[in-house]
């Protein structure tokens, strides 16, 4: 098994993480090559979160999100179990989708196995939390398994779920303005939680917009753990994902490697 990993020839965009320090200047390095500017990525980003309320607010109003919340709380208020609610195409979109798990919406038999666990080890939902922790932490934040659908029945569940619908449809908007756009929103909500290498590869999120802004391989995945979390401390300090300053700049770099940037994502 590898144990190491190297990537001769790509430029860092960070120092040693022995040193700590941040390469603010790399991010500027390759501009006039890239596809986006760098201003036209700090203009995006700045735009995206001044006007999140307003964005909000227009996203709740379409007919198609009003028509899926209203069919979700009625599927809710009379569901008998969980799986009352997955079964509903519409009411699953919405379920998972505020979760994190659009991505899976067709896999109902996985998603049935999952969403019913606890989320203790072993279970389905522990297994799936190596590709995306989403699986854990929806059956932590909803554990019907022990409590029963009636904990999607209060107000403020079905509040937080519609919202949270509605939050997820504004970050595809968002992607839809500029690839990656939404992810990079996302990303710099969570960021300070993802302070380990293995916090980040276990993140979905976090591996996507780290790695692209490393300009990591996505090879690298097939392999060990050891060697994937290396391949990023070798090129940042998780740690200074504590900075808001530090994460603006990541964010910003993952955009434009991402929209044709030299040190783009290698597929």
């Given at each position: 098994m590898?144990?190491?990993?190297?990537?001769?020839?790509?430029?860092?965009?960070?120092?040693?993480?022995?040193?700590?320090?941040?390469?603010?200047?790399?991010?500027?390095?390759?501009?006039?090559?890239t596809s986006v500017s760098v201003g036209g990525v700090a203009t995006a980003l700045a735009q995206a979160e001044k006007n999140e309320t307003s964005q909000l607010?227009?996203?709740?109003?379409?007919?198609?999100?009003?028509?899926?919340?209203?069919?979700?709380?009625?599927?809710?208020?009379?569901?008998?179990?969980?799986?009352?609610?997955?079964?509903?195409?519409?009411?699953?979109?919405?379920?998972?989708?505020?979760?994190?798990?659009?991505?899976?919406i067709n896999n109902i038999g996985l998603a049935k196995r999952a969403l019913n666990s606890d989320g203790s080890a072993g279970t389905a939902a522990a297994q799936l939390s190596a590709y995306n922790n989403a699986w854990v932490e929806a059956v932590k934040a909803w554990p019907t398994k022990t409590l029963g659908v009636e904990i999607l029945k209060t107000g403020d569940a079905i509040k937080t779920i519609t919202d949270d619908f509605v939050a997820e449809k504004r970050l595809d908007?968002?992607?839809?303005?500029?690839?990656g756009l939404g992810t990079a929103i996302l990303f710099k909500t969570v960021a300070k939680n993802l302070d380990t290498p293995v916090k980040i590869l276990g993140s979905a999120l976090g591996r996507e917009v780290v790695t692209t802004a490393l300009a990591i391989p996505k090879q690298v995945a097939i392999q060990s753990l050891e060697a994937q979390s290396k391949a990023i401390t070798q090129r940042m300090d998780p740690k200074k994902l504590q900075s808001d300053i530090y994460v603006d700049r990541l964010v910003q770099r993952y955009l434009i490697n991402l929209n044709g940037g030299t040190g783009g994502v290698t597929a």
């Open positions: 590898v144990s190491n990993v190297n990537f001769p020839g790509l430029t860092s965009l960070f120092t040693s993480a022995s040193s700590g320090g941040f390469d603010f200047t790399s991010l500027y390095a390759s501009q006039a090559t607010a227009s996203i709740a109003k379409q007919a198609d999100v009003k028509r899926d919340i209203e069919r979700y709380t009625k599927v809710v208020k009379d569901a008998k179990t969980l799986d009352d609610v997955l079964d509903d195409p519409i009411a699953r979109k919405v379920f998972m989708t505020a979760n994190g798990l659009k991505d899976q908007m968002l992607d839809q303005q500029m690839p």
